[in-house]
T-cell receptor, first 113, second 114 residues
């Protein structure tokens, strides 16, 4: 199974952009890259996903390296509400069309006022 | 549109007892997955149900079981509770249309085994 590597923690100042890196050097050609985040005392929340091209949505942007061995989640202006653990995941497809999310330890993002 | 609802939110049980947790997915979602979150092991996949059938199972003992009803609501059961089963149990629903589907998580049930 393809694995992901993320820094344990990062800090950002409020209203500054944040770049959260993820390495996935063993990614296969059909693996999608998903990002979730978990705010304190809540369940994980979907952020964004992509395959090859960079992606944008209202929450964040996802920049994917040309060789797809790494990606970066970009929060354009961090707010205090963005303080959370961010998980980079390559969903695993199992039999019968099911897929599962394998969560690593993620990156704990702290936002400084 | 209502989100994923898990009940109860908190539960305290004694070793050896059994427990049933409930999850109501988002309307129209047919896939329900369960995860266990502990400080030591993080978030771990338990199992996934789709149209009342278990399609995938994680590496947990047989004491952990689940089922899904025709309205897509799901329950998970843990028998012969152990102290190590104390955890946050999370349920996620999705429309399960291929790999690009996003999963929506509930707030979880906090189980404490004493």
């Amino acid at each position: 199974d393809a694995k992901t590597t993320q820094p344990n923690s990062m800090e950002s100042n409020e209203e500054e952009p944040v770049h959260l890196p993820c390495n996935h050097s063993t990614i296969s050609g059909t693996d999608y890259i998903h990002w979730y985040r978990q705010l304190p005392s809540q369940g994980p929340e979907y952020v964004i996903h992509g395959l090859t091209s960079n992606v944008n949505n209202r929450m964040a942007s996802l920049a994917i390296a040309e060789d797809r061995k790494s990606s970066t989640l970009i929060l354009h202006r961090a707010t205090l509400r963005d303080a959370a653990v961010y998980y980079c995941i390559l969903p695993k497809l199992s039999g019968a069309g099911s897929y599962q999310l394998t969560f690593g330890k993620g990156t704990k993002l702290s936002v400084i006022p | 549109k209502a989100g994923v609802t898990q009940t109860p939110r908190y539960l305290i049980k004694t070793r050896g007892q059994q427990v049933t947790l409930s999850c109501s997915p988002i309307s129209g979602h047919r896939s329900v997955s369960w995860y266990q979150q502990t400080p030591g092991q993080g978030l771990q996949f338990l199992f996934e149900y789709f149209s009342e059938t278990q399609r995938n199972k994680g590496n947990f003992p047989g004491r952990f079981s689940g089922r899904q009803f025709s309205n897509s609501r799901s329950e998970m059961n843990v028998s012969t509770l152990e102290l190590g089963d104390s955890a946050l149990y999370l349920c996620a629903s999705s429309s399960a249309v291929g790999l690009i589907t996003e999963a929506f998580f509930g707030q979880g049930t906090r189980l404490t085994v004493v």
